[in-house]
């Protein structure tokens, strides 16, 4: 089973940046559709930004875009999504997760199955 690992997260500013990377051992993850997805204290997971394996297309929820940005590594097979601006509001567990079974990527986090332990991301002055 696919077994995303994040890394990269850890303590910023408000309005600092953090990059962080979704790999995983054994598996290509260019053939999945990878998602972002952040849970806050007391609040349900939510989707962040995905790239969908057909055609590399990303999404972004609204409040992030502009600020964030998903990309690919297929050398080092790895996704990334680089933070920019960061606010008080973007702290949260932060996971990656993959699905190889639509062709284009979601942010509902109930169409993927494969999910990583998760990284914290803590926006503090």
């Known amino acids: 089973q696919l077994r995303p690992v994040e890394s990269g997260g850890g303590l910023v500013q408000p309005g600092g940046s953090l990059r962080l990377s979704c790999t995983a051992s054994?598996?290509?993850?260019?053939?999945?559709?990878i998602g972002w997805f952040r849970q806050a204290p007391g609040k349900e997971r939510e989707g962040v930004s995905c790239i969908s394996s057909d055609d590399d297309s990303t999404y972004y929820t609204d409040s992030m875009k502009g600020r964030f940005t998903i990309s690919r590594d297929n050398a080092k097979n790895t996704v990334y999504l680089q933070m920019n601006s960061l606010k008080f509001e973007d702290t949260g567990v932060y996971y990656c997760?993959?699905?190889?079974?639509?062709?284009?990527?979601?942010?509902?986090?109930?169409?993927?199955?494969?999910w990583g332990q998760g990284t914290q991301v803590t926006v503090s002055s």
């Open positions: 054994g598996f290509t993850l260019d053939y999945y559709n």
């Open positions: 997760a993959a699905d190889d079974s639509s062709e284009y990527c979601s942010l509902y986090p109930h169409e993927y199955d494969d």
